[in-house]
């Protein structure tokens, strides 16, 4: 029985001790964080959801888009690689990337009007401690 312990203990060690595959290893290395504040001049305007849009600079097309619904401010965010919609597009989650951040009282990023939203920020992958403030309402 012990010989069958051991042996269970020496593979287990083994296996968890292999190396992550380089996607994790891009991922982990291109992920944006931060956090999102409302100018409290506009903040009653801006309930429902909130969009967070990555994209690559030599594309309108996004490469992510996060919904959340009815989130709490200040919003504590975090998008990878591993977010992408597209998954052949990964490799464009470097570089520099824009970063821009709306709400909706619908949820559709698409509409004409009343909505909040952020200056599009250009920015690098791997960035840790952004602040985005939503300070914009159109109407």
Do not use: W
């Amino acid at each position: 029985m012990s010989k069958f312990v051991v042996f269970f203990v020496v593979v287990f060690l083994g296996i968890s001790c292999q190396q992550l595959p380089p996607e994790a290893k891009f991922i982990e290395e291109n992920k944006i964080s931060g956090v999102i504040k409302i100018d409290s001049k506009i903040e009653s305007k801006c309930k429902g959801f909130l969009f967070i849009i990555v994209r690559s600079m030599d594309s309108n097309q996004p490469l992510v888009v996060k919904r959340i619904k009815n989130p709490s401010y200040p919003y504590s965010f975090t998008v990878s690689p591993a977010d992408v919609m597209i998954e052949s597009n990964l490799s464009l989650f470097k570089g520099d990337l824009i970063l821009h951040v709306k709400t909706s009282k619908s949820g559709n990023p698409f509409e004409d009007g009343r909505y909040c939203d952020s200056e599009a920020k250009i920015l690098k992958s791997g960035i840790s401690e952004l602040e985005i403030v939503l300070n914009n309402y159109r109407e």
